[in-house]
């Protein structure tokens, strides 16, 4: 019996069609089946397995033909945050549900390009707020592990990106697109046991993707490992006029550089992030990142960054802020719903549809960000907030006189239980107390498997790294992944 | 600084959101909770530090002075900015009367 095509990773899947080893019409079917056959775990939306196949004819041909592209042959999940032209996208909201966009974003239209294809639009939490996926509009994702305890609770596959990451760890799809604004591309990665990587803020365009916070949205991959995150990475990459905060840099080919060797790299260890009462099971995960990282060859040296514990709560008005700018186009004139109540006026009109099509996260960071925008607040709270975060930007430009690169925690637990801190949103804003820093800096910072939990839960590892260096945080993360041998997968009961 | 249920009424309009009573009851607490927390910021001393208005140091280009350079953002695409609007009226965006 030939191999599950399912279980091949995105440059096994290039490279043994590339060989013949078999079609991409092969994949694409095999993947379109696990996704038709996982609808228990709510990743995607909208499943698009015409696109998959349309894309994998394509490359069939263009094998025969001799024209070849990087990426013919590799289907993809996308989350549904990416226009697509012609495919719903709603940003897991009632606000755009039924909204087909006229045009592609620059992301989803690179990866097109570059010879990948659609299995659907991906479940995230609602317009990308959230750490669990439980504020999407169209349902929880579930993870698709389970303690090994054998209990049966669902458990959050984290979030934003929470469909992408079931999809990826349940093999549904190879790799996918995600977005990171405080860690929503890193803790997903961390809970399910796979890899992702947030780039430098400007490598990706945000052309076409929907807005959450402007200065902190970034798109990545996630893919089951280093080497796929790298490829991927380097097709959805690359300056666009259309963006006025892109990167004018050419894309590096990261593939090609990659080396887990990590003689003559210095590894630095934040204090800080050493937070009291800090979870076991992380702490010594932790430690056997470092001693992994020393058996690559670095040198680890024990760094601070001063101001990491006034990074979420900066990052809790930034965020909110531009938010509240941002979503101010939901008005339901020019797209999306509208909610007019029987004589009502234009204000009454926005205000209807605007509580209709929000959901409650949305509408309360809607409300922060209004209120630390508004008169006689924005010095006390936004302003202080943007110093406060000139101020992270500096302990880490500091720290780079001492190291390469960072390594700490992804997240402070494993995957919590669905329902277990919906009710608190402080408590859920502290799954992103590693991640935030990074987002704050616009630095490039990764996901890796590190090891299991006592419950038998992936837990992930962090690197950090220098802006435009996302050559040394994929390095230190594939030295990571061929020390730590993470095998694991979830079980199979949906 | 704490909210009051005056002052949620009065953010939630400025941001165009319908709220009722329950949920002007619930947000006091949930806004008073991390707007609570969010005020330890005010003990990091920011003397002389100016505020971040770009994570990486950026300039803002000009485009070339063509029309229609980028045919995805250029003009002509009445129709396509129009097919997703709730209501269109004489290829417009139809709204509520707003003049008496």
Known sequence: MMTDLTNLTVAQIRDGHRSGDFTAVEVAEAFSANVAGAKALNAFIVETPDHALAAAKQADADRADGTLKPLSGVPIGMKDLFATKGVQTTAASHMLEGFVPQYESTVSQKLWDAGTGMLGKLNLDQFAMGSSNETSYFGNVISPWRKSDGSNAALAPGGSSGGSSTAIAARLCPAATGTDTGGSIRQPAAFTGISGIKPTYGRCSRWGIVAFASSLDQAGPMARDVQDCAIMLAAMAGFDAKDATSLDLPVPDWEAALSGNMKGKRVGIPKEYRLDGIDEDIAAMWDHGIAMLKDAGATVVDISLPHTKYALPAYYIIAPAEASSNLARYDGVRYGLRDLPEGAGLQDMYAATRAAGFGPEVKRRILIGTYVLSAGFYDAYYTQAQKVRALIARDFEAAWAQCDVILAPTAPSAAFALGEKMADPLAMYLNDVFAVPASLAGLPAMSVPGALSRDGLPLGLQIIGKAFDEQGVLNAGLALEERAGFTARAERWW | ?100
Do not use: Y
């Open chain 2, 1 to 100: 600084m704490a909210v009051n249920q005056a002052d949620v009424r009065k953010i939630a309009s400025l941001a165009r959101i319908a709220i009722s009573d329950a949920e002007v009851a619930a947000m006091e607490g949930e806004l008073n909770n991390i707007l609570g927390w969010v005020e330890q910021l005010g003990e990091v001393d920011v003397t002389g530090v100016e505020p971040m208005t770009a994570v990486i140091p950026n300039t803002l280009r000009l485009r070339d002075d063509v029309i229609n350079a980028d045919p995805l953002t250029g003009g002509g695409m009445q129709a396509a900015v129009l097919a997703n609007a709730p209501a269109v009226q004489h290829g417009f965006f139809g709204v509520p009367k707003v003049i008496e």
